[in-house]
């Protein structure tokens, strides 16, 4: 089925519904502008401060995103023409409502009796606590209030037991057609393990059907068995955009289960796996997942055991997801030949803009790779993160003409490599130019002396605006640590600390001890033979 869609675009490309996390953040910011700026409406009525046009420009467009989305749902075969026309009526009717109010109260502070409901439901704000029946009756009370419009609930960082359980189970069952967001991270914590599959398989069944756009399951050591006891949930969610299973304990039995349960991801936007045991196995169940999702934007897969057969198939997968805009691999096993891998599907991608490759072991060669398909590619990338990779000045050409011409960039960490000064001062040259949105340089445990040093400190002095460059735990002379704050005498705050600085290293110390353990191998390899030779007189 994946390969009869992949082959139809037009199914994927003409939807105009819904809108992406960016355009939503955009319309935000314009009407908290409409709200707090001099217009005809606020000479009329009057403006709100600030704070008050930034809450009620949340409050607007969650409630107008939830009764748009409810249309797209009635008409799923359609464009998402109407859906798009209604959420612009009701943005600006909603605008309308509060500039004749006046300034009111913040969203998540008012009343029931107020004009303004709150739509978010959060109880992880408290402290860690097991919550039981008793509690869970007066602490969920305002869920069961008549008329009341949560769309969003948090129920992390309490403990349900299956008192608490019971209590929710009817209450999250009545909610089912109006929560868009359920987050419950987080939520059977030191509960034994009978009690909290129960807990699970509870609250499973009460939503099962539900409408849900984000669902967050993280931080549950769900593996195979908690995952299957939300199985009920999992296959009955139609309109999922946003999936979170980190920390949970995602084996390969628990990666193939998620592959197996969600059977319908073709809206999904955001599916975050990090810190689990997925392994190179695992990793090819969930490149499963990734293959069914076309509209992916933000994927994590970060700390999870993935090897070099687990990096390629993921990297394969993704070839699909052409419009993801931040990616997220870093501390797993991928080696070169995944890096290189990569490289293919990352030349792909035109809307990318945050990319954290760092701790994957590409070393130079797939590093290269990547540098090169990054820079050919039209991705605005905003941060660039390839850390700890074994990174010698045999890449640092390649990386520094992707750093030249990502204009856009904010963020570079190469932290952790070996680059040297003369890799350090490619990178420098690299953004000497233009690079107006730069911000932070992290070029710290790079064996980089005085020179690299000044090369960055001359570059960063001339961003107006940056913020942090970090050359900690490199060998710079006393010296050269004097000149670069001289450089930055009149910044002096964008320079991090140098406490693991040691101007009196060598960059080949590991080097030298390395020969000398050699050389003591040879010595006694050589007095063993003579210990064996035999003197012959007769020779």
């Known amino acids: 089925m994946a390969d009869t869609l992949d082959s139809r ?3 994927f490309s003409i939807k105009l519904w819904p809108p992406s996390l960016p355009t939503r953040q955009a319309l935000i910011e314009r009407m908290t502008n409409n709200l707090s700026s001099k217009t005809i409406f606020t000479d009329k009525f009057g403006s709100l401060t600030k704070d008050q046009a930034m809450e009620n420009a949340k409050r607007i467009e969650d409630v107008a995103f939830s009764t748009a989305n409810l249309q797209f749902e009635r008409e799923p075969d359609g464009d998402g023409g109407s859906a798009v026309q209604l959420y612009a009526k009701e943005c600006s009717k909603m605008i309308l409502e509060v500039l004749k109010k006046g300034p009111v109260c913040k969203a998540e502070q008012v009343s029931s009796a107020s004009p303004c409901k709150e739509t978010v439901f959060d109880i992880s704000k408290d402290k860690r606590a097991f919550i039981e029946a008793e509690e869970a009756e007066e602490l969920l009370k305002p869920l069961k209030e008549p008329g009341n419009v949560y769309t969003k609930i948090c129920f992390s960082n309490r403990s349900f037991g299956l008192g608490a359980a019971r209590v929710a189970e009817p209450i999250l069952a009545s909610l089912k057609d109006q929560l868009k967001v359920v987050d419950l991270s987080d939520f059977v914590a030191g509960r034994p393990e009978v009690e909290a599959l129960e807990v699970m398989n509870i609250f499973s069944s009460a939503l099962e059907g539900s409408v849900l756009s984000s669902l967050n399951l993280s931080d549950n050591a769900l593996g195979e068995k ?3 006891a939300f199985g009920t949930l999992l296959k009955s969610l139609s309109s999922l955009e946003e999936l979170y299973l980190m920390n949970d304990g995602i084996s390969k039995e628990a990666a193939q289960a998620v592959s197996e349960l969600i059977p319908s991801t073709e809206k999904l936007r955001v599916l975050h796996f990090h810190n689990n045991m997925t392994g190179d196995e695992g990793a090819v169940a969930i490149s499963e997942v990734v293959k069914r999702s076309p509209l992916l934007e933000n994927f994590r897969c970060s700390s999870t055991r993935v090897g070099e057969g687990g990096g390629i198939a993921l990297s394969e997968a993704l070839e699909n997801c052409t419009l993801m805009e931040k990616l997220d691999l870093r501390d797993n096993m991928f080696g070169t030949e995944a890096g290189v891998s990569l490289s293919k599907t990352l030349s792909r991608f035109e809307h990318l803009a945050e990319v954290y490759l760092s701790y994957l072991n590409l070393e130079d060669e797939g590093a290269i790779a990547i540098a090169n398909a990054l820079k050919d590619s039209a991705a605005p990338i905003e941060v660039l993160e390839m850390a700890g990779n074994d990174i010698t000045v045999e890449a640092a050409s390649a990386i520094a003409a992707c750093v030249a011409a ?9 932290s952790e490599n ?3 000064d003369e890799g350090c001062v490619q990178i420098a040259k690299s953004v000497e130019e233009d690079h107006l949105k730069l911000q932070y340089i992290d070029m710290s445990n790079n064996y980089i002396r005085r020179a690299g040093a000044r090369a960055l400190a001359q570059v960063v002095v001339k961003k107006e605006g940056f913020k942090l460059l970090n050359i900690d735990g490199n060998i710079i002379s006393e010296e050269g640590i004097e000149e670069v704050k001289e450089i930055l005498k009149k910044t002096p705050e964008v320079l991090g600390a140098l406490d693991d600085n040691d101007p009196d290293g060598e960059e080949e110390e590991e080097d030298d001890e390395e020969d000398e353990e050699k050389e003591g191998e040879e010595n006694n390899e050589l007095e063993s ?11």
């Open 9 to 11: 675009p037009h199914t």
């Open 226 to 228: 908690g995952v299957r």
């Open 406 to 414: 990502k204009q856009d960039l904010n963020k570079l960490n190469l």
């Open 418 to 420: 070996e680059l040297k």
């Open 529 to 539: 033979k003579l210990k064996k030779l035999e003197v012959n007189e007769d020779d």
